[in-house]
């Protein structure tokens, strides 16, 4: 469980690192479970945003009590998750991933997810640990960004500079097997990796139920946006009652998927 102390930090940093940790079983079932997916899906190389759709395997290690104890903790007992992404920054080539809070990406109102984000390997300085601006989740408003077409970037959403202040920036550096928790609206991003070790981290999106997972709003997004639609992600409740009446939780394959 998240000390008093740790719980403070989440809501005035956005971001907290758990004592808690992974064992290294789990860590070894992990990897051996991308090695599998990267095999079907060579494209993933670089970032899985959609698992579940792929491969129900990860769901196992969102069902985790003590991450779930963690997170009931900072968004309450009804708990949905959402998504689980694959953030892989391979050696010597691993992309850069811009500065971007996460809800600008997702189609959830209103917005609110807390994501506990996994080192499946050490992250670190040189390998392109995570960066946080400490204390910009705040407002709880989404600020301005720009559309790119970078093929660096794994993502293509970027802060425009004039919305936050890098100086303050705080590096994520985890022990593989470590995990951080943050804020929906918290600005973060990382460099890219050229150092000869790989860093990978695995992300479970936990939504409050009271919030809906909208697919209409997901299918505008993606009219407007283009990119991979986020309609079509499965829902799993993993605690507690849907609060909202209105989340529909079955699982769900994109297009093509077996």
């Known amino acids: 469980m998240l000390t008093d102390a740790q ?9 907290v690192v758990p004592d808690y940790r992974l064992s290294d079983e789990t860590l070894a079932a992990i990897r051996k479970d991308h090695d599998r997916l990267l095999a079907r899906y060579p494209s993933f190389r670089d970032n899985c945003s959609a698992l579940l759709s792929y491969d129900l395997a990860f769901l196992n290690y969102a069902r985790d009590p003590h ?3 963690m997170a009931e903790q900072l968004i309450g007992p009804d708990i949905a998750l959402w998504n689980m992404s694959f953030f892989a920054k391979p050696a010597l080539n691993g992309k850069k991933t811009p500065y971007h809070q996460d809800g600008e990406y997702w189609p959830i109102r209103p917005l609110a ?3 506990v984000w996994i080192a499946v390997d050490d992250a670190t300085l040189e390998n392109g640990c995570l960066r946080f601006i400490p204390g910009s989740h705040k407002d709880k408003r989404l600020m301005a960004h720009e559309q790119k077409n970078n093929p660096e970037y794994v993502l293509q959403q970027e802060l425009k500079p004039t919305e936050f202040d890098e100086g303050i920036a705080e590096d994520l550096i985890l022990e593989a097997g470590q ?12 460099e890219r990796n050229t150092s000869d070790k790989p ?3 695995m992300t479970l ?7 809906v997972y909208d697919r209409n709003v997901a299918a505008e997004m993606h009219r407007a946006r283009g990119g991979n639609s986020l309609a079509n992600h499965s829902l799993f ?3 507690g009652t849907d609060r909202s009446g209105r989340n529909d939780f079955q699982v769900r394959a994109e297009a093509g998927v077996r």
């Open 7 to 15: 719980i403070a930090q989440y809501r005035e940093k956005g971001y």
């Open 67 to 69: 991450i779930l104890d």
């Open 113 to 115: 997810t807390c994501t």
């Open 179 to 190: 995990m951080s928790l943050h804020d929906v609206f918290l600005a973060h991003g990382s």
């Open 199 to 201: 860093r990978r981290g």
């Open 205 to 211: 999106r936990l939504m409050p139920t009271d919030s």
């Open 237 to 239: 409740l993993l605690r």
